[in-house]
Protein backbone atom coordinates (compact mmCIF):
# COMPACT_ATOMS: atom_id res chain seq x y z
CA UNK A 1 0.00 0.00 0.00
CA UNK A 2 0.66 3.82 -0.23
CA UNK A 3 3.66 5.36 1.63
CA UNK A 4 1.76 7.23 4.30
CA UNK A 5 4.30 8.95 6.24
CA UNK A 6 4.56 12.19 4.86
CA UNK A 7 0.28 12.43 5.66
CA UNK A 8 0.88 11.19 9.19
CA UNK A 9 4.01 14.12 9.50
CA UNK A 10 1.86 16.68 8.28
CA UNK A 11 -0.28 15.97 11.16
CA UNK A 12 2.25 16.38 13.25
CA UNK A 13 2.26 12.21 14.46
CA UNK A 14 4.76 10.84 16.08
CA UNK A 15 6.19 8.74 13.57
CA UNK A 16 8.08 5.96 15.53
CA UNK A 17 5.50 5.93 18.28
CA UNK A 18 2.86 5.44 15.38
CA UNK A 19 4.59 2.77 13.88
CA UNK A 20 5.25 0.71 16.80
CA UNK A 21 1.45 1.31 17.84
CA UNK A 22 0.52 0.06 14.11
CA UNK A 23 2.70 -3.37 14.71
CA UNK A 24 0.96 -4.08 18.06
CA UNK A 25 -2.68 -3.51 15.96
CA UNK A 26 -1.46 -5.34 13.01
CA UNK A 27 -0.58 -8.45 14.78
CA UNK A 28 -3.27 -8.26 17.36
CA UNK A 29 -6.05 -8.21 13.89
CA UNK A 30 -4.09 -10.96 12.40
CA UNK A 31 -3.75 -13.27 15.85
CA UNK A 32 -7.61 -12.30 16.91
CA UNK A 33 -9.51 -12.00 13.24
CA UNK A 34 -7.39 -13.33 11.20
CA UNK A 35 -6.83 -16.25 13.26
CA UNK A 36 -11.12 -16.76 12.82
CA UNK A 37 -12.13 -20.03 10.74
CA UNK A 38 -15.49 -19.85 8.51
CA UNK A 39 -15.47 -16.34 8.46
CA UNK A 40 -18.39 -14.22 5.49
CA UNK A 41 -16.07 -13.11 2.22
CA UNK A 42 -18.06 -9.97 3.22
CA UNK A 43 -15.85 -9.51 6.09
CA UNK A 44 -12.63 -8.79 3.29
CA UNK A 45 -14.19 -5.41 3.14
CA UNK A 46 -13.67 -4.66 6.96
CA UNK A 47 -9.86 -6.42 6.70
CA UNK A 48 -9.14 -3.53 4.37
CA UNK A 49 -10.69 -0.73 6.09
CA UNK A 50 -8.54 -1.73 9.56
CA UNK A 51 -5.41 -2.62 7.52
CA UNK A 52 -5.78 0.85 6.19
CA UNK A 53 -7.44 2.62 9.41
CA UNK A 54 -4.45 5.47 9.59
CA UNK A 55 -4.27 5.36 5.92
CA UNK A 56 -6.78 5.41 3.06
CA UNK A 57 -9.64 6.92 5.51
CA UNK A 58 -7.15 9.62 6.96
CA UNK A 59 -6.41 10.76 3.32
CA UNK A 60 -10.07 10.42 2.51
CA UNK A 61 -10.30 13.16 5.15
CA UNK A 62 -7.51 15.20 4.33
CA UNK A 63 -9.39 15.24 0.73
CA UNK A 64 -12.37 15.95 2.07
CA UNK A 65 -10.76 18.96 4.50
CA UNK A 66 -9.32 20.60 1.21
CA UNK A 67 -13.20 20.45 -0.24
CA UNK A 68 -13.16 22.84 2.50
CA UNK A 69 -15.25 20.07 4.35
CA UNK A 70 -14.97 19.86 8.38
CA UNK A 71 -14.15 17.28 10.48
CA UNK A 72 -15.74 16.65 14.04
CA UNK A 73 -14.28 14.19 16.49
CA UNK A 74 -16.15 12.67 19.11
CA UNK A 75 -16.62 10.22 22.08
CA UNK A 76 -19.54 9.54 22.86
CA UNK A 77 -23.25 8.10 20.76
CA UNK A 78 -24.76 11.62 21.98
CA UNK A 79 -23.39 13.33 19.44
CA UNK A 80 -25.70 13.81 16.85
CA UNK A 81 -24.11 12.61 13.08
CA UNK A 82 -27.32 13.75 11.65
CA UNK A 83 -26.70 17.10 12.45
CA UNK A 84 -22.76 17.30 11.61
CA UNK A 85 -23.78 15.80 7.61
CA UNK A 86 -26.34 18.67 7.89
CA UNK A 87 -24.34 21.17 7.97
CA UNK A 88 -21.75 19.51 5.91
CA UNK A 89 -18.87 17.93 8.12
CA UNK A 90 -17.65 14.32 8.58
CA UNK A 91 -18.42 12.80 11.98
CA UNK A 92 -15.65 10.64 13.30
CA UNK A 93 -15.76 8.31 16.75
CA UNK A 94 -12.94 9.24 18.57
CA UNK A 95 -12.68 6.58 21.79
CA UNK A 96 -10.13 4.40 21.98
CA UNK A 97 -9.40 0.60 22.87
CA UNK A 98 -5.68 0.51 23.89
CA UNK A 99 -3.13 1.85 26.69
CA UNK A 100 -0.96 4.56 25.32
CA UNK A 101 1.79 6.72 26.79
CA UNK A 102 0.76 5.52 30.47
CA UNK A 103 3.43 7.76 32.11
CA UNK A 104 2.48 10.88 30.47
CA UNK A 105 -1.11 10.19 30.83
CA UNK A 106 -0.68 9.57 34.63
CA UNK A 107 1.01 13.47 35.02
CA UNK A 108 -2.45 14.75 33.99
CA UNK A 109 -5.40 11.66 35.59
CA UNK A 110 -5.63 10.35 38.16
CA UNK A 111 -4.84 6.23 38.06
CA UNK A 112 -8.00 5.38 38.98
CA UNK A 113 -9.32 6.47 36.01
CA UNK A 114 -11.39 4.41 33.33
CA UNK A 115 -9.23 2.91 30.35
CA UNK A 116 -11.12 4.18 28.30
CA UNK A 117 -10.82 7.91 29.33
CA UNK A 118 -7.10 7.22 29.81
CA UNK A 119 -6.55 5.78 26.10
CA UNK A 120 -8.20 8.76 24.89
CA UNK A 121 -5.57 11.17 26.50
CA UNK A 122 -2.50 8.89 25.12
CA UNK A 123 -3.70 8.86 22.12
CA UNK A 124 -3.30 12.64 22.55
CA UNK A 125 -0.58 12.89 24.20
CA UNK A 126 0.76 10.30 22.49
CA UNK A 127 0.78 11.83 19.40
CA UNK A 128 -0.48 8.62 17.45
CA UNK A 129 -4.36 9.35 16.28
CA UNK A 130 -4.61 10.75 12.97
CA UNK A 131 -8.19 11.28 13.73
CA UNK A 132 -7.71 13.39 16.58
CA UNK A 133 -5.26 14.87 14.63
CA UNK A 134 -7.11 15.99 11.27
CA UNK A 135 -10.10 17.19 13.66
CA UNK A 136 -11.29 21.02 12.96
CA UNK A 137 -14.18 20.41 16.41
CA UNK A 138 -13.59 18.15 19.08
CA UNK A 139 -16.61 17.23 20.77
CA UNK A 140 -16.57 15.83 24.51
CA UNK A 141 -19.77 15.34 26.36
CA UNK A 142 -21.19 15.88 30.59
CA UNK A 143 -21.22 12.35 30.90
CA UNK A 144 -19.76 10.40 34.07
CA UNK A 145 -17.96 12.36 36.27
CA UNK A 146 -14.73 10.69 34.51
CA UNK A 147 -15.04 12.19 31.40
CA UNK A 148 -16.85 15.52 32.54
CA UNK A 149 -13.96 16.05 34.60
CA UNK A 150 -11.02 14.88 32.30
CA UNK A 151 -12.70 17.34 29.88
CA UNK A 152 -12.02 20.22 31.68
CA UNK A 153 -7.78 19.08 31.48
CA UNK A 154 -8.12 18.09 28.01
CA UNK A 155 -9.52 21.53 26.94
CA UNK A 156 -6.00 22.94 27.99
CA UNK A 157 -4.13 20.29 25.30
CA UNK A 158 -6.35 20.77 22.75
CA UNK A 159 -7.31 23.84 21.22
CA UNK A 160 -10.74 22.98 19.83
CA UNK A 161 -12.97 21.17 22.36
CA UNK A 162 -16.29 21.90 22.24
CA UNK A 163 -18.19 20.64 25.55
CA UNK A 164 -21.82 19.42 25.56
CA UNK A 165 -24.28 19.02 28.20
CA UNK A 166 -26.43 15.88 28.76
CA UNK A 167 -29.16 15.90 31.15
CA UNK A 168 -29.52 12.56 33.56
CA UNK A 169 -32.46 12.11 34.41
CA UNK A 170 -35.27 11.29 31.63
CA UNK A 171 -37.74 14.00 32.82
CA UNK A 172 -39.33 16.66 30.95
CA UNK A 173 -36.42 19.04 32.37
CA UNK A 174 -33.66 16.89 31.07
CA UNK A 175 -35.52 16.25 27.55
CA UNK A 176 -35.30 20.36 27.30
CA UNK A 177 -31.83 20.18 28.34
CA UNK A 178 -30.79 17.62 25.40
CA UNK A 179 -32.57 19.56 22.45
CA UNK A 180 -31.30 22.58 23.72
CA UNK A 181 -27.94 21.71 23.57
CA UNK A 182 -28.61 20.21 20.20
CA UNK A 183 -29.94 23.72 18.88
CA UNK A 184 -26.26 24.47 20.45
CA UNK A 185 -24.44 22.08 18.49
CA UNK A 186 -26.65 22.44 15.09
CA UNK A 187 -25.33 26.43 15.54
CA UNK A 188 -21.68 25.78 16.56
CA UNK A 189 -21.67 23.06 13.25
CA UNK A 190 -23.05 25.86 11.05
CA UNK A 191 -20.43 28.30 12.34
CA UNK A 192 -17.69 25.68 12.00
CA UNK A 193 -18.17 24.85 8.21
CA UNK A 194 -20.07 28.22 7.59
CA UNK A 195 -23.07 26.00 5.91
CA UNK A 196 -26.55 26.65 7.43
CA UNK A 197 -28.54 23.58 8.35
CA UNK A 198 -31.65 23.52 6.20
CA UNK A 199 -35.05 21.32 6.11
CA UNK A 200 -33.04 19.26 2.95
CA UNK A 201 -29.99 19.10 4.38
CA UNK A 202 -31.14 17.71 8.24
CA UNK A 203 -33.63 15.45 6.45
CA UNK A 204 -30.54 13.92 4.31
CA UNK A 205 -28.56 13.64 7.35
CA UNK A 206 -31.05 11.50 9.16
CA UNK A 207 -31.51 9.80 6.01
CA UNK A 208 -27.76 8.43 5.90
CA UNK A 209 -27.41 7.91 9.30
CA UNK A 210 -30.91 5.78 9.29
CA UNK A 211 -29.60 3.67 6.68
CA UNK A 212 -26.12 3.06 8.49
CA UNK A 213 -28.47 2.17 12.24
CA UNK A 214 -30.75 -0.20 9.70
CA UNK A 215 -27.74 -1.65 7.75
CA UNK A 216 -26.36 -2.80 11.92
CA UNK A 217 -30.40 -3.79 12.88
CA UNK A 218 -29.98 -6.36 9.56
CA UNK A 219 -27.13 -7.63 11.20
CA UNK A 220 -28.18 -8.00 14.38
CA UNK A 221 -31.20 -10.06 13.29
CA UNK A 222 -29.53 -12.43 11.40
CA UNK A 223 -27.79 -13.04 14.51
CA UNK A 224 -30.53 -14.48 15.76
CA UNK A 225 -30.25 -17.69 14.03
CA UNK A 226 -28.75 -20.85 15.37
CA UNK A 227 -25.44 -22.02 14.35
CA UNK A 228 -24.71 -18.03 14.31
CA UNK A 229 -23.66 -17.25 10.83
CA UNK A 230 -21.14 -14.97 12.23
CA UNK A 231 -18.80 -14.30 14.81
CA UNK A 232 -19.56 -11.32 17.51
CA UNK A 233 -15.65 -10.35 16.78
CA UNK A 234 -16.89 -9.77 13.48
CA UNK A 235 -20.56 -8.18 14.33
CA UNK A 236 -18.33 -6.02 17.14
CA UNK A 237 -16.06 -5.02 14.17
CA UNK A 238 -18.89 -3.52 11.81
CA UNK A 239 -19.95 -1.81 15.61
CA UNK A 240 -16.31 -0.21 15.48
CA UNK A 241 -16.45 0.86 12.20
CA UNK A 242 -19.02 2.58 12.20
CA UNK A 243 -17.48 5.21 13.58
CA UNK A 244 -15.26 5.91 11.28
CA UNK A 245 -15.82 4.72 7.43
CA UNK A 246 -17.61 6.94 5.30
CA UNK A 247 -21.25 6.09 6.03
CA UNK A 248 -22.53 5.34 2.60
CA UNK A 249 -19.75 2.72 1.85
CA UNK A 250 -20.30 1.13 5.75
CA UNK A 251 -24.21 0.85 4.83
CA UNK A 252 -23.40 -0.67 1.48
CA UNK A 253 -20.55 -3.02 3.05
CA UNK A 254 -22.71 -4.19 6.02
CA UNK A 255 -25.37 -4.79 3.61
CA UNK A 256 -23.51 -6.93 1.60
CA UNK A 257 -22.75 -9.19 4.55
CA UNK A 258 -26.05 -9.73 5.32
CA UNK A 259 -27.14 -11.12 1.80
CA UNK A 260 -24.27 -13.43 2.16
CA UNK A 261 -25.13 -13.73 5.90
CA UNK A 262 -28.93 -15.07 4.39
CA UNK A 263 -26.93 -17.22 2.22
CA UNK A 264 -25.87 -19.02 5.53
CA UNK A 265 -28.84 -19.41 6.88
CA UNK A 266 -30.89 -20.97 4.49
CA UNK A 267 -27.58 -23.89 4.29
CA UNK A 268 -28.06 -24.25 8.10
CA UNK A 269 -24.37 -22.82 7.41
CA UNK A 270 -22.66 -20.98 10.83
CA UNK A 271 -19.32 -20.02 11.99
CA UNK A 272 -19.30 -22.34 14.96
CA UNK A 273 -21.34 -25.34 15.08
CA UNK A 274 -25.40 -25.09 15.97
CA UNK A 275 -25.59 -25.39 19.78
CA UNK A 276 -22.79 -23.96 20.35
CA UNK A 277 -23.69 -21.74 24.08
CA UNK A 278 -24.59 -18.15 23.23
CA UNK A 279 -23.80 -14.84 24.96
CA UNK A 280 -24.96 -11.20 25.09
CA UNK A 281 -22.29 -8.99 26.55
CA UNK A 282 -23.30 -6.24 28.05
CA UNK A 283 -21.73 -2.94 29.37
CA UNK A 284 -19.05 -0.57 28.88
CA UNK A 285 -18.19 0.18 25.39
CA UNK A 286 -15.59 -1.32 23.40
CA UNK A 287 -13.44 0.93 21.20
CA UNK A 288 -10.92 -0.16 18.25
CA UNK A 289 -9.12 -2.17 19.24
CA UNK A 290 -10.28 -3.64 22.47
CA UNK A 291 -11.15 -7.12 21.00
CA UNK A 292 -10.03 -8.91 24.34
CA UNK A 293 -12.61 -10.00 26.42
CA UNK A 294 -14.71 -11.49 22.63
CA UNK A 295 -11.94 -13.05 21.46
CA UNK A 296 -11.80 -15.10 25.22
CA UNK A 297 -14.92 -15.67 25.36
CA UNK A 298 -15.01 -17.34 21.48
CA UNK A 299 -12.16 -18.92 22.33
CA UNK A 300 -13.36 -20.28 25.31
CA UNK A 301 -16.00 -22.49 23.27
CA UNK A 302 -18.94 -19.93 23.04
CA UNK A 303 -19.87 -17.68 20.54
CA UNK A 304 -21.09 -13.39 20.94
CA UNK A 305 -24.60 -13.06 19.75
CA UNK A 306 -24.97 -9.47 20.89
CA UNK A 307 -23.73 -6.59 22.38
CA UNK A 308 -25.80 -4.13 24.48
CA UNK A 309 -22.99 -1.74 24.40
CA UNK A 310 -22.95 1.98 22.84
CA UNK A 311 -20.62 -0.01 20.08
CA UNK A 312 -23.33 -1.97 19.63
CA UNK A 313 -26.85 -1.61 20.19
CA UNK A 314 -27.79 0.17 22.90
CA UNK A 315 -25.85 3.20 20.06
CA UNK A 316 -27.47 1.93 17.25
CA UNK A 317 -30.91 0.84 18.52
CA UNK A 318 -33.02 3.61 16.88
CA UNK A 319 -34.15 5.41 14.05
CA UNK A 320 -34.74 8.92 13.54
CA UNK A 321 -37.95 9.56 12.29
CA UNK A 322 -37.61 11.95 9.20
CA UNK A 323 -41.12 12.79 8.15
CA UNK A 324 -40.86 16.67 9.96
CA UNK A 325 -41.74 19.27 7.93
CA UNK A 326 -39.65 22.03 9.25
CA UNK A 327 -36.30 22.34 11.36
CA UNK A 328 -37.84 22.32 14.71
CA UNK A 329 -39.87 19.52 14.15
CA UNK A 330 -36.58 17.46 12.69
CA UNK A 331 -34.98 18.69 15.83
CA UNK A 332 -37.75 17.30 17.88
CA UNK A 333 -36.97 13.67 16.09
CA UNK A 334 -33.66 13.58 17.04
CA UNK A 335 -33.67 14.56 20.19
CA UNK A 336 -36.75 11.61 20.59
CA UNK A 337 -34.27 9.46 19.23
CA UNK A 338 -31.24 10.30 21.61
CA UNK A 339 -33.20 10.12 24.22
CA UNK A 340 -34.16 6.88 24.24
CA UNK A 341 -30.40 6.08 24.53
CA UNK A 342 -30.15 4.27 28.33
CA UNK A 343 -26.63 4.74 29.01
CA UNK A 344 -25.45 4.10 32.79
CA UNK A 345 -24.94 7.74 33.56
CA UNK A 346 -29.02 8.38 33.78
CA UNK A 347 -30.99 7.51 36.59
CA UNK A 348 -32.74 5.56 37.20
CA UNK A 349 -32.19 3.53 34.47
CA UNK A 350 -34.62 0.75 34.60
CA UNK A 351 -34.84 1.16 30.34
CA UNK A 352 -31.32 -0.91 30.46
CA UNK A 353 -31.75 -3.69 32.45
CA UNK A 354 -35.23 -4.26 30.20
CA UNK A 355 -33.45 -4.05 27.15
CA UNK A 356 -30.85 -6.32 28.49
CA UNK A 357 -33.35 -9.07 29.07
CA UNK A 358 -35.26 -8.21 25.92
CA UNK A 359 -31.78 -9.03 23.90
CA UNK A 360 -31.43 -12.51 25.99
CA UNK A 361 -34.68 -13.61 24.34
CA UNK A 362 -34.39 -12.07 21.07
CA UNK A 363 -31.14 -13.86 20.59
CA UNK A 364 -31.36 -16.69 22.26
CA UNK A 365 -28.48 -16.03 24.63
CA UNK A 366 -28.20 -18.54 27.03
CA UNK A 367 -25.89 -16.17 29.36
CA UNK A 368 -25.11 -12.68 29.47
CA UNK A 369 -21.51 -11.43 30.32
CA UNK A 370 -21.29 -7.83 31.23
CA UNK A 371 -18.14 -5.90 30.71
CA UNK A 372 -17.21 -3.56 32.91
CA UNK A 373 -14.07 -1.16 32.63
CA UNK A 374 -12.10 -0.82 35.84
CA UNK A 375 -12.90 2.11 37.49
CA UNK A 376 -16.22 2.77 35.51
CA UNK A 377 -18.65 3.85 38.23
CA UNK A 378 -22.04 4.32 36.20
CA UNK A 379 -21.81 0.55 34.32
CA UNK A 380 -20.08 -1.27 37.31
CA UNK A 381 -23.21 0.21 39.84
CA UNK A 382 -25.51 -1.32 37.95
CA UNK A 383 -24.02 -4.49 36.91
CA UNK A 384 -25.26 -5.42 40.41
CA UNK A 385 -28.90 -5.12 39.60
CA UNK A 386 -28.57 -6.44 36.43
CA UNK A 387 -26.87 -9.54 37.31
CA UNK A 388 -29.65 -9.83 40.30
CA UNK A 389 -32.93 -8.92 38.34
CA UNK A 390 -31.37 -11.82 35.41
CA UNK A 391 -30.76 -14.61 38.03
CA UNK A 392 -34.34 -13.52 39.19
CA UNK A 393 -35.65 -15.02 36.04
CA UNK A 394 -33.12 -17.81 35.81
CA UNK A 395 -30.70 -16.22 33.18
CA UNK A 396 -26.91 -16.78 34.18
CA UNK A 397 -24.83 -13.67 34.78
CA UNK A 398 -21.28 -13.51 35.24
CA UNK A 399 -19.78 -10.07 36.02
CA UNK A 400 -16.30 -8.94 34.76
CA UNK A 401 -14.52 -6.23 35.52
CA UNK A 402 -10.92 -5.00 33.43
CA UNK A 403 -8.84 -2.65 31.30
CA UNK A 404 -7.09 -2.19 28.65
CA UNK A 405 -3.86 -4.57 29.95
CA UNK A 406 -3.49 -7.98 28.56
CA UNK A 407 -2.63 -9.58 32.44
CA UNK A 408 -5.12 -10.57 33.62
CA UNK A 409 -6.19 -12.78 30.05
CA UNK A 410 -5.38 -16.06 31.84
CA UNK A 411 -7.36 -15.37 34.64
CA UNK A 412 -10.75 -14.14 32.35
CA UNK A 413 -10.50 -16.99 30.30
CA UNK A 414 -10.36 -19.63 33.18
CA UNK A 415 -13.74 -17.85 34.40
CA UNK A 416 -15.42 -17.15 31.01
CA UNK A 417 -14.72 -20.67 30.58
CA UNK A 418 -16.63 -22.33 33.83
CA UNK A 419 -19.49 -19.92 33.20
CA UNK A 420 -19.55 -21.51 29.67
CA UNK A 421 -19.51 -24.51 30.68
CA UNK A 422 -22.23 -24.09 33.56
CA UNK A 423 -24.83 -22.29 31.32
S1 LIG B 1 -23.77 7.07 25.91
S2 LIG B 1 -21.75 4.60 27.54
S3 LIG B 1 -20.58 6.41 24.71
S4 LIG B 1 -21.01 8.03 27.90
S5 LIG B 1 -16.33 3.44 30.55
S6 LIG B 1 -15.85 6.91 30.09
S7 LIG B 1 -18.98 5.67 31.37
S8 LIG B 1 -16.02 5.62 33.33
S9 LIG B 1 -18.22 5.50 27.78
FE1 LIG B 1 -20.26 6.16 27.01
FE2 LIG B 1 -21.75 7.97 25.80
FE3 LIG B 1 -22.71 6.59 27.85
FE4 LIG B 1 -22.36 5.42 25.55
FE5 LIG B 1 -17.15 6.89 31.88
FE6 LIG B 1 -17.47 4.29 32.24
FE7 LIG B 1 -15.20 5.20 31.33
FE8 LIG B 1 -17.41 5.32 29.83
Keep these: SEDYTPMWKSLGMDLDAHDALLGVLGQGYQEIYLAQKNRPEGMGYFDFVMSEVHGLRIKELLDEKKQNRKII ?42 SLIKSSFGFKLGRVCPYLESADMIVGENTCDGKKKAYETFAGIVDNLYVMDLPQVKSSQ ?15 VEKLTGNKITVESLKEGIKVVNAKRAALHRLATLRKADPAPISGLDA ?3 NQVFFYDNP ?10 CDELEV ?18 SGCPM ?3 NWKLPWIIETSGAVIVGEESCVGERGTRNLTEDSGKNLDELMEAITDRYFKV ?42 IPVENKLEKIGIPCMRIETDYGMEDVGQLKTRVEAFIEQI
Design 73 to 114: GSYCVFVPEEIALAGGATLVGLCSGADFAVEEVEKHLPRNTC
Design 174 to 188: GRSLLKAEYERFKIA
Design 236 to 238: LLA
Design 248 to 257: ARFTESVNKI
Design 264 to 281: RIKKNQGVFPSKTPRILI
Design 287 to 289: AVP
Design 342 to 383: DCAIFTPNQDRSDHIVEMVKAYGADGVIHYGLQFCQPYIMES
